[in-house]
């Protein structure tokens, strides 16, 4: 009771309660400020003693060893498969046993080579690419992307200098890269992450400060230990809810991703099907009009439907053929020559000239050559013209085709052109990516036609992405319409 009548005196409040926490509170806060502060700096003077003196080190020498064991065996002249074994055994011994120390998290080669950087971490593939200039292939051997990504922002540099670059993170781990040199012949570089393990410094700094703070932080642990708890668990159903949520809207993405590239391909399969059925056709009939006569010009006409055919088969078996079979030095492709081949063995033979349908060439004779293969530009113009026919049936049309170039700037143009209809305007408005929506999958003026709506969406797909044209539609004022493509000419 005497007690109870003197804390009375003291005429404590709530204002006073709060007072006292806040006190409590900023004098932790400044306490763990002092001690993250003290402990960064010792951990980073830490950090650059160890760099200095063993991450470093550590790679110099595992980079040493590596140029010492292939200039030997570069020297070695004896190359049976016994020794190329022991030479890949010597390899993946130093690849490994510095992995298998407890700071050492990866180490790899990193190479450039026809233009592509990759890294090798295996014996054998370190062979084949010293010995057989063999790039890996397949995705492990990609799967360094932190490394080569920290090696391409030096790589002149440290081609240049030739000297260890060494970075440290923000989680504390140091990304070491040594030039790799070879009878005096700079080749690429040994990296090798290492992550120091400074946990025992950290648990002795943590100790004393528990021991100095636990009398501070005991007094407001216990007011928010509860609070503490009840929002941890509510945070972690939350994300667990949201992560689920997550899995399950990427799995849908990603089935409709599948299943939209299925559809364009099974569309696309069936475009080329028709066109390459149409051909069949045509060699068909050569083959019945053949005489000892004409036997020169159906191997040009019938070696070249076939080699159509055979363009689209390769078409039918990838989803994005690779970019080498459309673009490639080999490649000398005459425009002009397949415009005149397809207007005259394609349209023609179609579209007779008593039908009201005429073609007029007029084909620049100076007219570059480009490194296009010949049977993808024929996959650009023939739907195009094929376009201005379906578009304006049932009138006399003049489709006019014109190859130009413009010396001065340094550019070819196509220009085909026809004095029907022309084209709905609201085809020509552009969207937010700055495309006209003719030239967009599924847009078409024919109605109720099915499998409409690809031959434009098919020839910018081509010219735009794979060959790198501008290809562009406009009404003209005279009637009709124009589809221009322009073709930059390299040097």
């Not at 009201?356 to 620049?364: G, I, N, Q």
């Amino acid at each position: 009771m005497k007690f109870l009548k003197r804390f009375k005196q003291h005429n404590f409040e709530v204002k006073h309660i709060i007072i006292l926490f806040v006190v409590l509170v900023t004098f932790q806060v400044v306490i763990s400020y002092l001690h993250k502060v003290s402990m960064s700096n010792l951990i980073t003077q830490t950090m650059d003693l160890y760099k200095k003196d063993s991450a470093e080190r550590l790679a110099n020498l595992t980079a040493t060893s590596l140029e010492l064991l292939l200039e030997q065996s570069l020297f070695d002249q004896e190359k049976s498969l016994e020794k190329r074994r022991e030479i890949i055994q010597a390899f993946n011994i130093l690849l490994n046993q510095q992995t298998l120390q407890q700071n050492v998290d990866e180490l790899c080669l990193i190479f450039t080579s026809e233009g592509k950087t990759f890294a090798i971490d295996e014996g054998v593939w370190l062979y084949n690419f010293i010995f057989s200039h063999e790039i890996p292939e397949g995705p492990d051997k990609w799967f360094y992307n932190e490394a080569i990504y920290r090696y391409q922002q030096i790589a002149r540099e440290i081609e240049d200098t030739e000297q260890i670059f060494c970075n440290w993170d923000n989680i504390q781990s140091f990304h070491v890269l040594v030039p790799l040199v070879l009878k005096g012949e700079y080749e690429g570089v040994v990296y090798m992450k290492i992550t120091p393990d400074v946990s025992n410094i950290t648990r002795e700094i943590s100790t004393v400060y528990d021991e100095t703070g636990i009398i501070f932080t005991a007094l407001i642990l216990f007011g928010l230990l509860a609070m503490f708890y009840i929002t941890s668990y509510t945070v972690k159903e939350r994300d667990l809810a949201q992560e689920q949520l997550f899995k399950e809207r990427e799995l849908q993405i990603k089935k409709d991703i599948a299943h939209q590239k299925e559809a364009l391909f099974t569309k696309r399969i069936y475009h080329a099907h028709h066109k390459a059925e149409k051909i069949m056709g045509f060699i068909k009939d050569e083959i019945r009009l053949l005489t000892d006569k004409n036997i020169d010009k159906f191997k040009y006409i019938v070696t070249r439907y076939s080699s159509f055919i055979s363009r689209v088969i390769y078409d039918m078996k990838w989803y994005e053929p690779p970019l080498h079979a459309t673009r490639n030095p080999l490649f000398n492709t005459d425009i002009n020559k397949v415009i005149e081949f397809l207007v005259e063995y394609i349209f023609k033979r179609v579209y007779s000239e008593h039908s009201a349908y005429e073609f007029v060439l007029d084909l620049d004779k100076n007219l570059p050559k480009v490194h296009i293969n010949e049977y993808v530009v024929w996959e650009i113009l023939e739907p195009l013209i094929q376009n201005s026919i379906d578009h304006n049936k049932g009138e006399n049309i003049t489709i006019t085709i014109r190859t130009k170039y413009h010396k001065e700037e340094n550019y070819s143009e196509i220009r085909l052109s026809d004095v029907g209809k022309g084209i709905t305007p609201k085809l020509l408005k552009c969207n937010e990516k700055g495309i006209k929506e003719i030239f967009l999958e599924h847009t078409s003026t024919r109605e109720n036609a099915p499998n409409s709506g690809y031959g434009c969406y098919i020839s910018y797909e081509l010219s735009a992405k794979r060959c790198g044209w501008i290809i562009d539609a406009e009404n003209l004022d005279a009637g009709g319409c124009a589809i221009i493509i322009k073709i930059p000419t390299k040097n």
